[in-house]
């Protein structure tokens, strides 16, 4: 599975946009970007993922680049609750050996 | 409500003793996941299993033991191998036939040996 890089941390005011990058150069066709946050001793959530095409749900928008070797989380009006560390991760489908991978992610702070 | 639920939430144990930590989801998923995690640390696989009565070691399997006896069932056992059991451990479950779908955590065990 590829190796992601985040920044180790950021900080956003609450209600502007948070953009949070990766970095994944090494990236292989089948594999999917991922994104969880965990708040501080919580399990992970899930927040995203895609493969090639930008994706939006309810929680985000990920925006892959053309080359897919980087990507950016948007969470477009941040919480404070949105305060968490944020893992990115790449890998293949289940099914073709993948296996979710967490780095040290980016721990983003939310203020007001 | 359909969930992962883990217990217990803490646990304090003394060094040298077996620790078994529960994790049971009534998601009907049939992958699940015990991952470790460390202080300021990313998640580390321990160990995985993809059906009943089978399971695969993950990157740190050594010091730790697990069963799948049920499919809702997937308890992790710290023996006193373990050098250094102190952590949060999380457990994860995912539907089999969802290949590239997400992964479902508990809320993490937390434990101590004192």
């Known amino acids: 599975d590829a190796k992601t890089t985040q920044p180790p941390s950021m900080d956003c005011a609450e209600g502007r946009a948070a953009n949070l990058p990766c970095n994944h150069s090494t990236i292989s066709g089948n594999e999917y970007v991922y994104w969880y946050r965990q708040i501080h001793s919580q399990g992970p959530q899930y927040i995203i993922h895609g493969l090639k095409n930008n994706e939006t749900n309810e929680m985000a928008s990920l925006i892959i680049t053309e080359d897919r070797k980087s990507s950016t989380l948007i969470l477009p009006h941040a919480t404070l609750r949105d305060t968490a560390v944020y893992y990115c991760?790449?890998?293949?489908?289940?099914?073709?050996?993948?296996?979710?991978?967490f780095g040290q992610g980016t721990e983003l702070s939310v203020k007001p | 409500d359909g969930g992962i639920t883990q217990s217990p939430k803490y646990l304090f144990r003394k060094e040298g003793q077996n620790v078994t930590l529960s994790c049971e989801q009534n998601?009907?998923?049939?992958?699940m996941y015990w991952y470790r995690q460390d202080p300021g640390q990313g998640l580390r696989l321990i160990y995985y299993?993809?059906?009943?009565?089978?399971?695969q070691k993950g990157d740190i399997a050594e010091g730790y033991s697990v069963s799948r006896e049920k499919k809702e069932s997937f308890p992790l056992t710290v023996t006193s191998a373990q050098k250094n059991p102190t952590a949060f451990y999380l457990c994860a479950s995912r539907p089999k036939d969802r290949p590239t779908g997400e992964l479902f955590f508990g809320e993490g065990s937390r434990l101590t040996v004192l």
């Open positions: 998601l009907n998923h049939d992958a």
């Open positions: 991760i790449v890998r293949a489908p289940y099914n073709q050996g993948g296996k979710l991978i």
């Open positions: 299993s993809q059906i009943v009565n089978d399971f």
